[in-house]
T-cell receptor, first 109, second 112 residues
Framework: KNEVEQSPQNLTAQEGEFITINCSYS?????LHWLQQHPGGGIVSLFM???GKKKHGRLIATINIQEKHSSLHITASHPRDSAVYIC???????????FGKGTKLTVNP | NAGVMQNPRHLVRRRGQEARLRCSPM?????VYWYRQLPEEGLKFMVY????????ESGMPKERFSAEFPKEGPSILRIQQVVRGDSAAYFC??????????FGQGTRLTVV
C-alpha cells in the first residue's frame, strides 16, 4: 500500500464547479505539500502545510494531522485549472518527499 | 531571482550512451533533490545533496547512476550506459531549508 493515497484518480468538472481532491497518508510527517503539474510541464508548489488551513486565490488547502488527511479545494473552477494535482509528504525525520500518484483534473468550459 | 533551472529540457540518447542532466538551484539554496517520474507513474525520490555532499541516495539505482553537487556550478545527475527503461522525466528541486521545495521544469530523457 502506498504511503500517500489520493482520490479521485481522475476528476472531470464543469467550469464554475467547486472541486475537492483528497489525500490520506499513513506515516508521521513534518509537512504536506500540494503540487500542480500541467501536461509536459514542470511542477509548481501550491502549498506546504503542517497544520490548519491555507488559502491562495481560489485554492484552499486543509490538513487534519490526527486523521492523517488533507484536502485541496478549488472554488469557481476554470479550464486553466486543468492539470494533475499531486499530494506529497515529508516523513518526520526525513528530507525527501513521498508522493501520491496524482489526481488528473479536467475542467470543461 | 531565477527559479530552479534544469537543462536540457529534452534529451535523446541511444542505448549505451551517457546522459548528463544539470540543475542550477535557486540563489541561496544549498539543498538539492532529484526525483524521477516514469511514464504513467508517480514521482519517486532519487537523491538528496548538499554542497559537495550526498546526504541520502537511498532512491538511486545501484548501478549506472550517480549525482554530484560541487562547490561551484550546478548539480549533475549522470546516467551511464542508458537503457530504454531510463526514459523518464527527471525533476530537480532546491530548498533553503528542510521541508520547502521549489521544482525545476524537468528534463525529459528519451532513450532510443
Amino acid at each position: 500500500k502506498n504511503e500517500v493515497e489520493q482520490s479521485p484518480q481522475n476528476l472531470t468538472a464543469q467550469e464554475g464547479e467547486f472541486i475537492t481532491i483528497n489525500c490520506s497518508y499513513s506515516v508521521g510527517i513534518s509537512a504536506l505539500h500540494w503540487l500542480q503539474q500541467h501536461p509536459g510541464g514542470g511542477i509548481v508548489s501550491l502549498f506546504m502545510l503542517s497544520s490548519g488551513k491555507k488559502k491562495h486565490g481560489r485554492l484552499i488547502a486543509t490538513i487534519n494531522i490526527q486523521e492523517k488527511h488533507s484536502s485541496l479545494h478549488i472554488t469557481a473552477s476554470h479550464p486553466r485549472d486543468s492539470a494533475v494535482y499531486i499530494c506529497a509528504v515529508t516523513p518526520g525525520g526525513s528530507e525527501k518527499l513521498v508522493f501520491g500518484k496524482g489526481t488528473k483534473l479536467t475542467v470543461n468550459p | 531571482n531565477a527559479g530552479v533551472m534544469q537543462n536540457p529540457r529534452h534529451l535523446v540518447r541511444r542505448r549505451g550512451q551517457e546522459a548528463r542532466l544539470r540543475c542550477s538551484p535557486m540563489k541561496g539554496h544549498s539543498h538539492v533533490y532529484w526525483y524521477r517520474q516514469l511514464p504513467e507513474e508517480g514521482l519517486k525520490f532519487m537523491v538528496y545533496l548538499q554542497k559537495e555532499n550526498i546526504i541520502d541516495e537511498s532512491g538511486m539505482p545501484k548501478e549506472r547512476f550517480s549525482a554530484e553537487f560541487p562547490k561551484e556550478g550546478p548539480s549533475i545527475l549522470r546516467i551511464q550506459q542508458v537503457v530504454r527503461g531510463d526514459s523518464a522525466a527527471y525533476f530537480c528541486a532546491s530548498s533553503p531549508r528542510q521541508g520547502l521545495a521549489f521544482f525545476g521544469q524537468g528534463t525529459r530523457l528519451t532513450v532510443v
